[in-house]
């Protein structure tokens, strides 16, 4: 089993960033493919970010591709979301998710265990 705990996430003005971070523990963290997903209300779930276990690729929606980064420090167990220039469409709640095979990083069902999530919202 993999337990996820996201944090980080908050209220911040258009234009502003924040840092999401997801801790891991359980099964060996440097085994996984890691990545973000979020959800605003009213609308269905949708891939943000991933990374591969050893950190070397990377994938980014298109929408947040420029202002996202996703990084993670296997040392830590921590998986990180870099969000700068934040607008009110960002607003949602985010999941990290962890996915051992890593065959499709930007597929939801691609992926083994999810966060709980935490809510960051975006005003304008």
């Known amino acids: 089993q993999v337990q996820l705990v996201e944090s980080g996430g908050g209220a911040v003005q258009a234009g502003g960033s924040l840092t999401l971070s997801c801790t891991s523990t359980?099964?060996?963290?440097?085994?996984?493919?890691m990545g973000w997903f979020r959800q605003a209300p009213g609308k269905e779930r949708e891939f943000v970010a991933a990374?591969?276990?050893?950190?070397?690729?990377?994938w980014y929606a298109d929408y947040v591709k420029g202002r996202f980064t996703i990084s993670r420090d296997n040392a830590k167990n921590t998986v990180y979301l870099q969000m700068n220039s934040l607008n009110p469409e960002d607003t949602a709640d985010y999941y990290c998710?962890?996915?051992?095979?890593?065959?499709?990083?930007?597929?939801?069902?691609?992926?083994?265990?999810w966060g709980q999530g935490t809510q960051v919202t975006v005003s304008s």
């Open positions: 998710a962890a996915d051992f095979l890593a065959l499709s990083p930007t597929a939801q069902g691609d992926y083994d265990y």
């Open positions: 359980g099964r060996t963290f440097s085994n996984y493919g």
């Open positions: 990374i591969s276990w050893s950190g070397g690729s990377t």
